[in-house]
């Protein structure tokens, strides 16, 4: 992968590349990019842990959520998952599914890696997954959007103040290693989100520009019809980023679920994610017709739709029973200051013409 970040910055006009460019690559290149290579990557073996890998807990809570709704006739049967990653969850919602009730369902994964395709197929082999690898693919949807861990995983660019001028974060090669170079800030796209969403940065503070996720919110919204979205991700508001702690930005690197702060060294070999700006996020749904129904911790999220309700009240002694096992998923997810804790909700619609409950 290094070799092909070096063939992009030797034929760039200015021997320099952005950081959204070089994430695009050391994460999403067909044949050596992070996501795209064979590999666990979530869980013990792999680099990082999420939450809806968990148990099946998570997927089969969001089932008996989201049949509520259909059952409301708020929206049909159509369920699309963007990033399904091993499919854990799309396996546990169905399955859930088909205990709740015979009426079919059409669920879509929209997975962009061979390796985790693969990995879905052999999971859920009786037909009921739709693998699509673009978002155009679905238009005229109608149903609901899920997304765990996606926006963070989106590239951005990196700007930085320096005496009262916006500078953007380039990399170049300094003796054949990559290096980071400042420059002042030229990309319009950059400079409009900054304009629009953004508060003046202090001396040497940092910050992601998540241009991305603008474009991929406008494309969600063009392709829906009419639905929910339920999206799920870590970030911070407008008035978290303001704390101190956070001058240097969100951006980080994780291997073998320790923390990588060089982010150069090893393209291609390590996650790079970055915290959602959630304040932008809704403002930039509500600009294209996403309204929002709901913002909360997602431990909070979870308790106001019934995750109590699969507790088995009646004790266990054998801790190794799938019982025990259930209960102590269930727990993990609501612990206060627990890893739920960390992770954020957000519920938008698009031409739903029934109220729903959250």
Not at 26 to 48: N, T
Not at 113 to 121: A, D, T
Not at 182 to 192: A, E, F, H, Y
């Given at each position: 992968?290094?070799?092909?970040?070096?063939?992009m910055?030797?034929?760039?006009?200015?021997?320099?590349?952005?950081?959204?460019e070089?994430?695009?690559?050391?994460l999403?290149?067909r044949?050596?990019?992070?996501?795209?290579k064979?590999?666990?990557?979530?869980?013990?073996q792999?680099d990082?842990?999420?939450?809806?890998?968990i148990?099946?807990?998570?997927?089969?809570l969001?089932?008996?959520?989201?049949?509520?709704?259909v059952?409301?006739?708020?929206?049909p049967?159509?369920?699309?998952?963007?990033g399904?990653?091993s499919?854990?969850?799309?396996?546990a919602?169905?399955?859930?599914?088909?205990?709740?009730?015979?009426?079919?369902?059409?669920?879509?994964?929209?997975?962009a890696?061979?390796f985790?395709?693969?990995?879905?197929?052999?999971?859920?082999?009786d037909?009921?997954?739709?693998?699509i690898d673009?978002?155009?693919?679905l238009?005229?949807?109608r149903?609901?959007?899920?997304?765990?861990?996606?926006?963070?995983?989106?590239?951005?660019?990196?700007i930085?103040?320096?005496k009262?001028?916006?500078?953007?974060?380039?990399?170049t090669l300094?003796?054949?290693?990559?290096?980071e170079?400042?420059?002042?800030?030229?990309?319009?796209?950059?400079?409009?989100?900054?304009?629009?969403?953004?508060?003046?940065?202090?001396?040497?503070?940092?910050a992601?520009?998540?241009?991305?996720?603008?474009?991929f919110?406008?494309?969600?919204?063009?392709?829906i019809d009419?639905?929910?979205?339920?999206?799920v991700?870590?970030g911070?508001?407008?008035?978290?980023?303001?704390?101190?702690?956070?001058?240097?930005?969100?951006?980080?690197?994780?291997?073998?679920?320790?923390?990588?702060?060089?982010?150069?060294?090893?393209p291609?070999?390590?996650?790079?994610?970055?915290?959602?700006?959630?304040?932008p996020?809704?403002?930039?749904?509500?600009?294209?017709?996403?309204?929002l129904?709901?913002?909360?911790?997602?431990d909070e999220f979870?308790?106001?739709?019934?995750?109590?309700?699969?507790?088995?009240?009646?004790y266990?002694p054998?801790?190794?029973?799938?019982?025990?096992?259930?209960?102590?998923?269930?727990?993990?997810?609501?612990?206060?200051?627990?890893?739920?804790?960390?992770?954020?909700v957000?519920?938008?619609s698009?031409?739903v013409?029934?109220?729903?409950?959250?």
């Amino acid at each position: 992968m290094k070799e092909k970040i070096i063939e992009m910055i030797t034929s760039s006009k200015h021997q320099q590349i952005s950081y959204a460019e070089y994430m695009s690559a050391a994460l999403y290149d067909r044949e050596s990019g992070y996501y795209m290579k064979a590999g666990e990557k979530v869980g013990r073996q792999g680099d990082f842990i999420t939450t809806s890998n968990i148990g099946n807990i998570y997927g089969q809570l969001i089932a008996r959520w989201y049949f509520k709704q259909v059952s409301a006739g708020v929206i049909p049967a159509y369920v699309c998952e963007i990033g399904a990653g091993s499919g854990r969850f799309a396996k546990a919602f169905l399955e859930e599914w088909s205990i709740l009730t015979t009426e079919p369902i059409t669920y879509f994964v929209l997975e962009a890696s061979p390796f985790h395709q693969e990995l879905i197929q052999k999971g859920i082999n009786d037909g009921k997954i739709k693998i699509i690898d673009t978002l155009s693919k679905l238009k005229g949807f109608r149903g609901m959007i899920f997304s765990n861990e996606l926006y963070d995983a989106l590239p951005v660019h990196v700007i930085e103040e320096r005496k009262g001028i916006l500078h953007e974060v380039m990399i170049t090669l300094e003796n054949e290693d990559l290096k980071e170079l400042l420059v002042p800030l030229v990309n319009t796209n950059v400079q409009s989100y900054v304009a629009e969403y953004m508060r003046n940065l202090r001396e040497h503070e940092r910050a992601e520009v998540p241009v991305a996720m603008v474009e991929f919110i406008k494309e969600l919204s063009n392709i829906i019809d009419s639905g929910i979205l339920l999206t799920v991700d870590y970030g911070y508001t407008d008035s978290e980023w303001e704390e101190p702690g956070r001058s240097q930005g969100s951006l980080r690197g994780y291997s073998k679920h320790t923390m990588k702060t060089n982010l150069l060294s090893h393209p291609g070999e390590i996650d790079i994610t970055s915290h959602v700006q959630w304040d932008p996020f809704i403002l930039i749904g509500k600009k294209y017709g996403l309204n929002l129904e709901r913002f909360m911790r997602q431990d909070e999220f979870f308790l106001q739709i019934g995750i109590l309700d699969l507790l088995k009240d009646h004790y266990d002694p054998n801790p190794f029973s799938e019982q025990s096992k259930r209960n102590r998923a269930i727990r993990s997810l609501i612990t206060p200051g627990g890893m739920s804790s960390h992770f954020q909700v957000v519920v938008q619609s698009k031409n739903v013409s029934k109220e729903f409950s959250i």
